[in-house]
């Protein structure tokens, strides 16, 4: 059993920054796949960036070059530093971490951009 926390999000203007963090219980953190997804009202969820095993990272092309994904092994916390925000990056961004062939997903935290 992972438990996974996200935290960080909150209201930003157009062009602004926000970081937010995702915390995952376990001795193996450094081993986690960890995923983040997002999903706007009445849109499904979509992944937004993840992070490998081997820490290559992968970004869906809305955000590529504006997000950038962080690993602390150390803190047991994946970071997701998003700069340059859009309204349309408004959402609930949850993280999930693939452990073990399963997948444990927090309760998602609400980023919305004002224009």
């Known amino acids: 059993q992972v438990q996974v926390v996200e935290s960080g999000g909150g209201l930003v203007h157009f062009g602004g920054s926000l970081r937010l963090s995702c915390a995952a219980s376990?001795?193996?953190?450094?081993?986690?796949?960890i995923h983040w997804y997002r999903q706007a009202p009445g849109k499904q969820r979509e992944l937004v960036a993840f992070?490998?095993?081997?820490?290559?990272?992968n970004y869906t092309d809305s955000v590529q070059n504006r997000f950038t994904i962080i690993r602390d092994n150390a803190k047991n916390t994946l970071y997701l530093q998003m700069a340059s925000l859009k309204p349309e990056d408004t959402a609930v961004y949850y993280c999930?971490?693939?452990?073990?062939?399963?997948?444990?997903w927090g309760q998602g935290t609400q980023v919305t951009v004002t224009s």
């Open positions: 376990g001795s193996f953190f450094s081993g986690y796949a």
């Open positions: 992070i490998d095993t081997d820490d290559t990272t």
């Open positions: 999930s971490v693939l452990f073990m062939d399963q997948f444990y």
